[in-house]
């Protein structure tokens, strides 16, 4: 199988529970909710995705042949910017499932790589996949409903926190809905923390200190 990437690059996770930790971040290109052209965004199933994930134009996109070419590049990335510590990529997206495979979580594993994924949930990600978090959208029902971090944009007015508390994760995070109301959707994903402390609040780290 060969591999449609919009990005790669090295950088801090972010968001949830692993944030601050440095990883390769892999961008895959498509995704199953949405297009990603902003013509059709009104149509969408997730129509408030922030990221582009269109093309192989991004810094380290491009087409890969096989999983050993996609999991080699990511791990010279790695060995291009850190001297210690475990090698850690983050498949993201789009919708990371719709390409990550068998044959790609071997060829990573073989690497070295401690494989962590961020998916909508809509497809059922490949065993051996060592950190699972899932962000529900609106659109196709949940296929993922066990994994290490559930990761909730809030608010949303086709999944609320109650439908989804319940589903089998060890961490669970409301993350405010960027845009223009990004302040006041902080302020609301805070005091709803406060008022459920089954949920904690994730923020977009990256973004506050200028990170990818």
């Known amino acids: 199988m060969s591999y449609t990437?919009?990005?790669?690059?090295?950088?801090?996770?972010?968001?949830?529970?692993?944030?601050?930790?440095?990883?390769?971040?892999?961008?895959?290109?498509?995704?199953?909710?949405?297009?990603?052209?902003?013509?059709?965004?009104?149509?969408?199933?997730?129509?408030?995705?922030?990221?582009?994930f269109v093309g192989t134009d991004?810094?380290?996109?491009?087409?890969?042949?096989?999983?050993?070419?996609?999991?080699?590049?990511?791990?010279?990335?790695?060995?291009?910017?850190a001297q210690a510590g475990?090698?850690?990529?983050?498949?993201?997206?789009?919708?990371?499932?719709?390409?990550?495979?068998?044959?790609?979580?071997t060829a990573c594993h073989q690497e070295g790589l401690y494989i962590a994924i961020e998916i909508n949930g809509t497809r059922a990600v490949p065993e051996g996949v060592d950190w699972i978090c899932v962000s529900p959208k609106p659109g196709p029902p949940l296929v993922q409903r066990e994994g290490h971090e559930l990761k909730l944009v809030y608010p949303q007015a086709a999944v609320a926190p109650d439908e989804v508390v319940g589903m089998r994760f060890t961490h669970?995070?409301?993350?405010?809905?960027?845009?223009?109301?990004?302040?006041?959707?902080?302020a609301a994903a805070a005091a709803?923390?406060?008022?459920?402390?089954?949920?904690?609040?994730?923020?977009?780290?990256?973004?506050l200190i200028g990170l990818p």
């Open 5 to 52: 990437v919009k990005e790669m690059f090295h950088t801090l996770q972010g968001e949830g529970a692993n944030t601050g930790r440095a990883a390769v971040f892999c961008r895959f290109a498509g995704c199953n909710l949405w297009t990603g052209r902003e013509e059709d965004r009104a149509d969408a199933d997730c129509s408030f995705c922030d990221t582009d």
């Open 58 to 81: 991004g810094p380290g996109g491009g087409r890969f042949d096989d999983a050993a070419a996609l999991s080699q590049r990511i791990r010279e990335i790695w060995d291009a910017h």
């Open 86 to 105: 475990a090698p850690m990529v983050v498949f993201t997206g789009g919708e990371p499932t719709l390409q990550l495979d068998d044959d790609l979580v």
């Open 172 to 186: 669970r995070y409301l993350q405010p809905m960027d845009g223009p109301e990004v302040g006041a959707h902080t």
């Open 192 to 207: 709803y923390c406060m008022r459920d402390p089954r949920w904690r609040l994730s923020l977009q780290t990256h973004k």
